[in-house]
């Protein structure tokens, strides 16, 4: 683990919340910085605080004197406990979740949609 690591844990972090979250642009990969103010609000607070020192390491990295103050035990952890609960998400599961909010929200509508029409029918006696 050295200095040179610090970039790809951050890219690695940046396009798994840029996956899951959203918030790039097709072709574009923000760095973790952008995806942090774009959706870090996403993030569950542990993480959070977790994405915020990547993040920092990641600044720091570009400076080898900061660089070296960078606690790489914490960054391993950070970068290790952000990859585990950004990852299980995979593209397949994206889809049928996706499937799933479509479809409910039509079903949703067709039951408004006939609760409407029964409505109409009570009010006008053909019931």
């Known amino acids: 683990m050295g200095i040179e690591d ?3 844990m951050a890219d690695e972090v940046a396009s798994l919340m840029a996956s899951r979250y959203g918030g790039a642009k097709r072709g574009q990969q923000p760095d973790l910085e952008a995806m942090m103010h774009k959706r870090g ?3 569950p607070r542990r993480l959070r605080r977790e994405a915020m020192f ?3 390491a ?3 990295s570009g400076n080898p ?3 070296r103050q960078v606690d790489f035990t914490r960054l391993e952890r950070a970068h290790k406990a952000l990859t585990t609960y950004l990852r299980p998400l995979g593209q397949g599961a994206r889809l ?3 499937f799933i909010s479509w479809a ?3 079903v949703l509508g067709l039951l408004v949609l006939a609760a409407l029409a029964v409505w109409i029918m009570l009010q006008r006696g053909l019931i």
């Open 54 to 56: 990547l993040t920092q």
């Open 58 to 60: 990641d600044r720091m």
């Open 6 to 8: 610090i970039r790809p």
């Open 65 to 67: 004197k900061l660089a």
């Open 41 to 43: 609000g996403a993030l």
């Open 104 to 106: 409910s929200g039509v």
């Open 96 to 98: 049928q979740g996706g």
